[in-house]
């Protein structure tokens, strides 16, 4: 199974940037769909954005599109999650996904997930 570890979140005021990473281990990090999801307690978990197994093509939700940007480095087994922009309503609690199958397309449901992260504290406020 593949272990997730997330980094990089934090606070940040409204406008500014922050880079969220996840380092794997494990597991076919390479043949794997990858993607990044938020949550705010007594919420559903939100899928964000996602990258294809072959990196190739990416999925944004709509609130994200144009400020989030997820990219993937094969040698590194990490994924990254880049965000501008931000805004009072993206804080949450990030988590970084892994899909439970290989070679899988980038958009990613909550049924699709074999391994989460521990998920890292996004906070946008003045």
């Known amino acids: 199974q593949v272990q997730l570890v997330e980094s990089g979140g934090g606070l940040v005021q409204p406008g500014g940037s922050l880079r969220l990473s996840c380092v794997t281990s494990?597991?076919?990090?390479?043949?794997?769909?990858m993607g990044w999801f938020r949550q705010t307690p007594g919420k559903e978990r939100e899928f964000v954005c996602g990258?294809?197994?072959?990196?190739?093509?990416?999925y944004y939700a709509d609130s994200v599109k144009g400020r989030f940007t997820i990219s993937r480095d094969i040698a590194k087994n990490t994924v990254n999650l880049q965000m501008v922009s931000l805004k009072p309503e993206d804080t949450d609690v990030y988590y970084c996904?892994?899909?439970?199958?290989?070679?899988?397309?980038?958009?990613?449901?909550?049924?699709?997930?074999?391994?989460w992260g521990q998920g890292t504290q996004v906070t946008v406020s003045s």
């Open positions: 494990g597991g076919t990090f390479s043949n794997r769909a």
């Open positions: 990258i294809s197994s072959s990196g190739a093509g990416t």
């Open positions: 996904a892994a899909d439970r199958k290989l070679f899988g397309g980038s958009w990613l449901g909550p049924g699709d997930i074999g391994s």
